[in-house]
């Protein structure tokens, strides 16, 4: 079974820094891009940021209200992604979650967040 | 601001017909995917590529796309597919994007 559970959220005052961690099971997360994402309260789906498998060199890609500020990264022998948040505002105040990414299609290409974790609470005041 | 645009808000009759859209340039090149998003829970995967459900999902969920439009269609709308709906796909710096989302109401 696939399981992905987030952790390491809370209060934190701004300009502070905070570490989530996205901890995996049931599959082989050495070949799936892992992404975050977050919902600030009464807003959507934002897409924070990805890191793609050893396949690809782990490269990662973030969104633009993060680039600079968070990095993500993975260690693929503990099946865990990490989202390490720097510099933090106010406005990251937002539930937290990880996602596990597939894709497919050749010329009409694909991609899809098939398991999320359950989502972890990070207030920044 | 999002490269995917959906309706704010949409409501169907209980056990009507519903469509759901998600416009921008990007769903020319990459089929969209679509969320189910409830409060306090987890996105849940609803549709994907040319119209694939994950195992799980009923089959009154279904998706289609032409052009720069992908659509969500629930067909027989119950009580519990009320919820927000987000579609996804990626942007023209091929990276992750989402739209808005769709607050759907079931009368």
């Known amino acids: 079974e696939v399981q992905l559970v987030e952790s390491g959220g809370g209060l934190v005052q701004p300009g502070r820094s905070l570490r989530l961690s996205c901890t995996t099971s049931?599959?082989?997360?050495?070949?799936?891009?892992m992404s975050w994402f977050r919902q600030a309260p009464g807003t959507g789906l934002e897409w924070v940021g990805f890191i793609r498998g050893k396949a690809y060199g782990g490269t990662t890609e973030y969104a633009a209200s993060v680039k600079g500020r968070f990095t993500i990264s993975r260690d693929d022998s503990k099946s865990i992604a990490y989202l390490q948040m720097n510099s933090l505002k106010t406005e990251d105040t937002a539930v937290y979650y990880c996602?596990?990414?597939?894709?497919?299609?050749?010329?009409?290409?694909?991609?899809?967040?098939?398991?999320w974790g359950q989502g972890t609470l990070v207030t920044v005041s | 601001s999002s490269e995917l645009t959906q309706d704010p808000a949409v409501s169907v009759a209980l056990g009507q017909t519903v469509r759901i859209t998600c416009q921008g340039d990007?769903?020319?090149?990459?089929?969209a995917s679509w969320y189910q998003k409830k409060p306090g829970q987890a996105p849940v995967l609803v549709i994907y590529g040319k119209n694939y459900r994950p195992s799980g999902i009923p089959d009154r969920f279904s998706g289609f796309s032409s052009g720069n439009t992908a659509s969500l269609t629930i067909t027989g709308a119950q009580a519990e597919d009320e919820a927000d709906y987000y579609c996804h796909s990626r942007d023209s710096n091929h990276l992750v994007v989402f739209g808005g989302g769709t607050k759907l109401t079931v009368l």
């Open positions: 049931g599959f082989s997360f050495g070949d799936y891009v």
């Open positions: 990007s769903l020319r090149d990459y089929y």
């Open positions: 996602a596990r990414e597939g894709s497919g299609g050749s010329f009409y290409l694909y991609y899809y967040f098939d398991f």
